[in-house]
């Protein structure tokens, strides 16, 4: 049962413009979400979090927006450089807090120049 | 500063052995995270330690164990491996203040890739 879902594997974005990648969660516990980047060989690399009392967080290049009724959430990347290209991972967690995070399957990102 | 490390890199066992994974934290974290890497899936939660004690589990059968050290690293062992046990082993860190009772930034390592044949 994929509590986080990111149903599109792959986004391909040209440089300069602005990418988005969508997240869907189902349970409703989630009180925090986070998104990560992944490179090859690499582990994930945490990019930017927001917790369910914000409906927005901006971090430089990228945000995140939560529409809580919804259970939806998005990451804007703009402008979209080259060497974002990455897989990107949403995930959430719910109290207890026990670090326990819920991924999903990610989104692989290319950015063309 | 060195980040998370994880040894070995890669390792290839056979059905119905026996294997440990080693991480050590980043220096001054206290909380260690296993999450379990399948191809094509995302990670998922497999324990966390703080102070040397189990403080949260995933949903993994009892061949899955691990323990946390007095200097924070940790082990992860997986016994009787089957072939579905074939992904990538990452470790995270992270400070542990307040008992590990907020939800703190994880900072994962390279990961060990382990293949069961």
């Known amino acids: 049962d994929q509590q986080v879902k990111q149903n599109s594997p792959s986004l391909s974005v040209q440089e300069g413009r602005i990418s988005i990648l969508n997240c869907d969660y189902t349970n409703s516990m989630f009180d925090y979400f986070l998104w990560y980047k992944k490179y090859p060989a690499e582990g994930p690399t945490f990019l930017i979090s927001i917790s369910s009392i914000k409906d927005k967080n901006e971090d430089g290049r990228f945000t995140v927006f939560l529409n809580k009724s919804a259970k939806h959430l998005s990451l804007h990347i703009v402008p979209s450089q080259p060497g974002d290209s990455a897989v990107y991972f949403c995930a959430a967690s719910a109290k207890p807090r026990n670090q326990k995070v819920t991924f999903g399957i990610g989104t692989k990102l290319q950015v063309i120049p | 500063d060195a980040g998370v490390t994880q040894s070995p890199t890669h390792l290839i066992k056979t059905r119905g052995q026996q294997v440990t994974l080693r991480c050590s934290p980043i220096s001054g974290h206290k909380s260690v995270s296993w999450y379990q890497q399948v191809l094509g899936q995302g990670p998922q939660f497999i324990f966390q330690y703080y102070e040397k004690e189990e403080r949260g589990r995933g949903n993994f059968p009892d061949r899955f164990s691990a323990r946390q050290f007095p200097n924070y690293s940790s082990e992860l062992n997986v016994n009787a491996l089957l072939l579905g046990d074939s992904a990538l082993y990452l470790c995270?860190?992270?400070?542990?203040?307040?008992?590990?009772?907020?939800?703190?930034?994880?900072?994962f390592g390279p990961g060990t890739r382990l293949l069961v044949l």
């Open positions: 995270a860190s992270s400070l542990g203040l307040a008992g590990g009772q907020t939800q703190e930034t994880q900072y």
